[in-house]
């Protein structure tokens, strides 16, 4: 029913930008809090979302990326973008976009996508 798709990783030299997406489609009523996670290389996935945008606009990261990250979203277009500046090797990892989404009935549940791969070469 809901799918989440994550797009625009890719590859990038250290000290570059990208810019990623995720859209949420199916049944989806509403989309509440958005978050951003990611997995390195040889690691399992941080339980702790590095930004987070609440429907309002309210976002929070972690200090590892504040000051270079920015976390937005499009609630009409059901949408959650990040722009990712001066990006560091450490940043390498598979992005995952997270949501909890409303449906029709009144019901909240969370959905995670597949992940898009990040790559930034020194």
């Known amino acids: 029913q809901v799918q989440l798709v994550e797009s625009g990783g890719g590859l990038v030299q250290a000290g570059g930008s990208l810019r990623l997406s995720c859209v949420a489609s199916?049944?989806?009523?509403?989309?509440?809090?958005m978050r951003w996670h990611r997995q390195a290389p040889g690691k399992e996935r941080d339980m702790v979302a590095f930004?987070?945008?609440?429907?309002?606009?309210?976002?929070n990261y972690t200090d590892s990326v504040k000051g270079r990250f920015t976390i937005s979203r499009d609630n009409a277009k059901k949408t959650v973008f990040l722009q990712m500046n001066n990006l560091r090797p450490e940043d390498t990892a598979v992005y995952f976009c997270?949501?909890?989404?409303?449906?029709?009935?009144?019901?909240?549940?969370?959905?995670w996508g597949q992940g898009t791969q990040v790559t930034v070469s020194s």
């Open positions: 997270n949501a909890d989404i409303l449906d029709w009935t009144g019901r909240t549940r969370n959905y």
């Open positions: 199916g049944t989806v009523f509403k989309v509440d809090e």
């Open positions: 930004a987070t945008i609440t429907f309002s606009g309210i976002t």
